[in-house]
């Protein structure tokens, strides 16, 4: 090969792999999106020529503002007053056209790849098919990742992404963080993603999203929203403790404590472990029966009575203490949501499918809505509970 043509070859084909990236954008022109609230708003509308929806919402869109994170928040170190992040609020009847409206209010193109948190009002989600709507585009488009984490806003949802945060300065990220605490409090909901959501829309489920409120000047993140399988719309509210028996249910409980009374006198038992086996029953296809059985273990975090741990009978009857708590939990869930809302959020229906799938096909339709199955079944609860360390023990009051 004469050296002419290999000149001819480099020329020709090496400027094919040094072309990089035509549209790309660099991150500092970024504008970078970590959470939206979303509202239902209910003002005048603009009068427009275009085919208008069935209601407008009023999006609240977080955007980072990385230079002024050096800087602080009021009150914290650098004396700064900048927050670290910009809301922006945008009106319109389709979330698509308020991210794009966002180009009007900020120099940087939004960009959502990063989006960590979803926040919807509770009047919202429970305005018929308005929740499965808002949701569309964050199913939808591919900028967005199905790792996002959906909450219900007890009351308007925007002056959550207002509120304090720290140490994380951002509200979205901060919101985040206090999900992920369900291995030190039970009555948390564990996070929902909009991944789990897609398919309980699909599959026309019930199904639970973890509740935000604003409590004073604080966040509190106990009990969630319920929502009705076949229409996706919220019902209630449940509180944590309902919460509490539901992770036990669900197989979702990552720690947490029981409070039990011995002898007249408190004794905190901090889980460690904690499972749930359910087994079905359809032998009468008109009453159901499940059987469903917790096992946990865990120690003695506190004893305001001095026992002798080291007595098995005396070890049995602390257990059997924590079983008849644990059991009182489970069985006022069970009741909230079999005879009060009559919503099968425990997935006890996904167990019957998997048992009988003959009888779920004539009986899904009426599971936990028509005829109401879920709600006509038997459900069982039986509870062990297992000290596997006592701690150190001043004394002993028992001889």
């Given at each position: 090969m004469t050296k002419t043509k290999l000149y001819l070859i480099v020329f020709i084909v090496f400027p094919l792999f040094l072309t990089g990236c035509w549209d790309q954008i660099e991150i500092e022109d970024r504008g970078f999106i970590i959470g939206v609230a979303i509202d239902l708003f209910e003002g005048i509308e603009e009068e427009s020529d275009d085919p208008q929806g069935e209601y407008q919402y009023k999006g609240t869109w977080q955007y980072v503002v990385p230079g002024d994170f050096s800087m602080g928040t009021s009150g914290q170190s650098g004396g700064g007053s900048q927050k670290p992040y910009d809301n922006v609020s945008t009106i319109s009847d389709s979330l698509l056209i308020q991210a794009r409206n966002l180009s009007a209010n900020k120099s940087r193109p939004a960009f959502a790849e990063h989006m960590q948190v979803i926040i919807i009002s509770d009047k919202l989600a429970k305005t018929p098919g308005a929740f499965e709507n808002i949701l569309?585009?964050?199913?939808?488009?591919?900028?967005?990742?199905?790792?996002?984490?959906?909450?219900?806003?007890?009351?308007?949802?925007?002056?959550?992404?207002?509120?304090?945060?720290?140490?994380?300065?951002?509200?979205?990220?901060?919101?985040?963080?206090?999900?992920?605490?369900?291995?030190?409090?039970?009555?948390?909901?564990?996070?929902?993603?909009?991944?789990?959501?897609?398919?309980?829309?699909?599959?026309?489920?019930?199904?639970?999203?973890?509740?935000?409120?604003?409590?004073?000047k604080t966040l509190s993140m106990t009990g969630a929203a319920v929502f009705q399988?076949?229409?996706?719309?919220?019902?209630?509210?449940?509180?944590?403790?309902?919460?509490?028996?539901?992770?036990?249910?669900?197989?979702?409980?990552?720690?947490?404590?029981?409070?039990?009374?011995?002898?007249?006198?408190?004794?905190?038992?901090?889980?460690?472990?904690?499972?749930?086996?359910?087994?079905?029953?359809?032998?009468?296809?008109?009453?159901?029966?499940?059987?469903?059985?917790?096992?946990?273990?865990?120690?003695?975090?506190?004893?305001?009575?001095?026992?002798?741990?080291?007595?098995?009978?005396?070890?049995?009857?602390?257990?059997?203490?924590?079983?008849?708590?644990?059991?009182?939990?489970?069985?006022?869930?069970i009741h909230t949501f079999q005879k009060d809302l009559k919503a099968d959020s425990l997935g006890l229906g996904g167990h019957l499918q998997g048992e009988d799938h003959k009888t779920w096909n004539r009986i899904k339709q009426n599971w936990d809505q028509g005829e109401n199955y879920f709600s006509k079944s038997t459900i069982n609860v039986q509870v062990k509970a297992f000290v596997r360390n006592s701690g150190a023990v001043i004394e002993s009051s028992d001889q």
């Open positions: 569309d585009l964050f199913i939808r488009d591919d900028e967005m990742r199905r790792g996002m984490i959906v909450m219900i806003s007890e009351g308007e949802a925007s002056p959550i992404l207002d509120m304090p945060a720290r140490p994380e300065n951002l509200p979205a990220l901060n919101l985040k963080s206090i999900s992920e605490n369900i291995g030190k409090n039970s009555k948390i909901h564990p996070p929902v993603r909009i991944g789990a959501i897609h398919q309980y829309l699909i599959g026309q489920n019930s199904f639970t999203i973890p509740k935000v409120a604003i409590d004073g399988g076949n229409n996706n719309q919220m019902i209630d509210f449940i509180s944590g403790d309902v919460i509490e028996g539901l992770n036990f249910i669900t197989g979702k409980y990552k720690g947490g404590f029981i409070k039990a009374k011995v002898k007249e006198q408190l004794v905190v038992y901090d889980v460690k472990n904690a499972r749930s086996i359910i087994n079905v029953d359809v032998k009468n296809k008109e009453n159901i029966h499940f059987n469903i059985e917790i096992q946990t273990e865990g120690i003695i975090g506190e004893s305001f009575v001095p026992l002798d741990y080291s007595n098995s009978k005396m070890m049995k009857k602390v257990e059997n203490a924590i079983e008849k708590e644990v059991e009182r939990k489970v069985l006022k869930t």
